[in-house]
């Protein structure tokens, strides 16, 4: 079975511009997360969508969102980039929805804001 | 909102010695709770978990162990070898899983040979 996907690998922006992340989860998985990482604050629940609909989300603002299709690929978008925006953004895909169910991670998309 | 705290921050152990990682959470109605490995470049990596209705579990050279009532558990390593190099990170699912995984800030482990 293929894993996660995530395109593209790496992404340079400027501040103020938009940026839209991919991921493709493993098939047949239904639910797919998105984290952010970054040294200082290390791994941190962005939001989840099951089913084409986000059904929960952590404490970052309304500059980040996301959504999700009718294949469970799904995309994440990030308007008006700052400079604390960069970071190693990771999709989790897992079978079912919440983060009890065993979530398994794509390789990342290092976004960096400049 | 769950709050994870994970020691050591770097772990150097021999080539064939064990590594143990201990992490600590504070919401009790945790009930998962994954250890993922990652190298360099690559995501998380998913090794092992356990969830709180168990207090031990075991996979070849690799053992968590969880502790309820003192809201700890722990990630057991033995004879390890130069390929467990990398970071290791605790994590745990609190409620319903609603805010997704709360993750320690990681314990780079390095295999001294």
């Known amino acids: 079975k293929a894993g996660v996907t995530q395109t593209p690998r790496y992404l340079i922006k400027t501040r103020g511009q938009q940026v839209t992340l991919s991921c493709s989860p493993i098939?047949?998985?239904?639910?797919v997360s998105w984290y952010q990482q970054t040294p200082g604050q290390g791994l941190q629940f962005l939001f989840e969508?099951?089913?084409?609909?986000?059904?929960n989300k952590g404490n970052f603002p309304g500059r980040f969102s996301g959504r999700q299709f009718s294949n469970s690929r799904s995309e994440m978008n990030v308007s008006t980039l700052e400079l604390g925006d960069s970071a190693l953004y990771l999709c989790?895909?897992?079978?079912?929805?919440?983060?009890?169910?065993?979530?398994?991670f794509g390789p990342g998309t290092r976004l960096t804001v400049l | 909102g769950e709050n994870v705290e994970q020691h050591p921050s770097t772990l150097s152990v021999q080539e064939g010695d064990s590594a143990v990682i201990k992490c600590t959470y504070s919401?009790?109605?945790?009930?998962?709770f994954p250890w993922y490995k990652q190298e360099l470049g690559k995501g998380p990596q998913l090794i092992i978990d356990?969830?709180?209705?168990?207090g031990e579990k075991k996979d070849q050279r690799i053992a968590v162990t969880l502790n309820k009532t003192a809201k700890h558990f722990s990630l057991h390593i033995t004879e390890t070898q130069p390929e467990d190099s990398a970071v290791y990170f605790c994590?745990?699912?609190?409620?319903?899983?609603?805010?997704?995984?709360?993750f320690g800030k990681g314990t780079h482990l390095i295999i001294q040979p």
């Open positions: 989790a895909s897992s079978s079912g929805q919440g983060a009890r169910n065993e979530q398994f």
């Open positions: 098939s047949g998985h239904r639910s």
């Open positions: 969508y099951f089913s084409e609909t986000q059904r």
């Open positions: 919401d009790s109605a945790s009930n998962y």
């Open positions: 356990i969830r709180s209705n168990v």
């Open positions: 994590a745990a699912a609190s409620g319903g899983g609603a805010d997704g995984l709360t």
